[in-house]
């Protein structure tokens, strides 16, 4: 009885381990799969404070390397595009440091066009390279920035896995991201301007709404840093993996965006007449009956300014003279049939935002 007892718990423990393996089988298997690094292309692009935040500073797109095959021995297989380590920016869950304030990174299915973690809805017998192989990273403003070069080291490993369905994985390919990158932030000297709208009579502003010649007022920034524009144009650089750490590199998109200055002009006085750039003097004129238009100069024709817009300058990339110029024009009015002679005088301030 002892011995049939014995024979009875062996024969139990083979079954259960054949059960058990043949539970393990059920997996999927891939062939030319592979793990590579990604070098990040070294660059160097500049973004203001009054970027928006949520928009992308630089866009790598990777291809993948080739076709790799898969293998499933169940049905309900998907494809999961994953991000394994890395610092996750703060209140983000796909979202993660660089080691710039104010800089993220994320990674995007371009096939799905969707933000990783992502899972396919199905997977055929390949993993294709312009499919769930490709992906884009993405370098996007969070905050206030400063400038500085990531660490790549906080960066996630991208990974791409075929999942069976006792949800197993097996690799398909894996990326470490490696290479540089360098943000700066453009900023300008902005001086103070006086001008002089010169010298009239009531024989030429002989009735209210009669003016004088423009004169040319321009606002000329200063000092300005190198405008190194962005990818916020929707301008990308494209990486096609060709082994470990190298790939086939060219620009898409139509080329680096360029930077963006954005003046508004607010008067320090009240403004007479808003949509065509007509402000009242002030306290230190001692003419009265007429105020100041002001306007924009395009191609040499002058434009009344309607003070609730703006006017935008886009420097060319790489631009390094160190001056950006908003044309600008003034002239008097006569905004009153009843008029002192005198001094005319008022101001404005004008504002710039950095993009």
């Known amino acids: 009885m002892k011995t049939l ?30 793990t590579v690094q990604i070098p990040l292309q070294a660059a160097t692009f500049s973004v203001g404070q ?67 973690p992502v899972n396919s809805t199905y997977l055929g017998g390949q993993v294709n390279p312009d499919g769930w192989l490709a992906f884009g990273i993405e370098l996007v403003k969070m905050g206030p920035v400063t400038a500085g070069t990531v660490n790549t080291a906080l960066f996630p ?8 369905a006792d949800n197993i994985p097996a690799r398909v390919a894996y990326h470490t991201i490696t290479g540089s990158f360098t943000l700066q932030t453009p900023t300008c000297t902005t001086p103070n301007f006086t001008w002089d709208l010169g010298t009239t009579n009531t024989t030429v502003l002989k009735n209210q709404g009669d003016v004088t010649s423009w004169r040319d007022t321009p606002v000329t920034l200063t000092g300005c840093s190198v405008f190194l524009g962005n990818n916020s144009n929707g301008s990308y650089t494209s990486y096609g993996i060709t082994g470990y750490n190298t790939g086939a590199v060219s620009e898409g998109g139509g080329g680096t965006g360029t930077n963006k200055l954005t003046m508004t002009l607010a ?21 009265s009956g007429f105020g ?13 300014l309607d003070l609730s817009s703006s006017i935008v300058v886009t420097p060319a990339v790489g631009d390094s003279s160190g001056t950006v110029s908003f044309p600008l024009g003034a002239r008097i009015i006569r905004t009153s049939n009843s008029v002192m002679p005198g001094n005319i005088s008022t101001s404005l301030t004008y504002i710039i935002n950095y993009q």
């Open 50 to 116: 009054d970027f928006p935040v949520g928009s992308n500073i630089r866009v790598q797109q990777v291809r993948g390397y080739g076709t790799v095959t898969v293998n499933c021995t169940k049905s309900g297989t998907f494809v999961r595009m994953s991000l394994s380590g890395g610092t996750l920016y703060a209140g983000q869950s796909n979202i993660y440091q660089t080691g710039v304030n104010g800089l993220g990174i994320r990674f995007k299915s371009t096939f799905e066009n969707k933000y990783y």
């Open 157 to 164: 490993q991208v990974r791409i896995d075929a999942i069976d």
């Open 5 to 34: 007892n014995k024979y009875g718990l062996h024969l139990l423990l083979v079954l259960g381990g054949l059960l058990f393996s043949l539970h393990c089988m059920a997996v999927c298997t891939t062939n030319n799969q592979y």
């Open 292 to 304: 100041v238009q002001v306007a924009t100069k395009q191609s040499g024709t002058y434009i009344p």
């Open 267 to 287: 008067p320090n006085t009240t403004a007479i007449d808003t949509s065509n750039g007509i402000v009242s003097l002030d306290s230190a004129a001692t003419a």
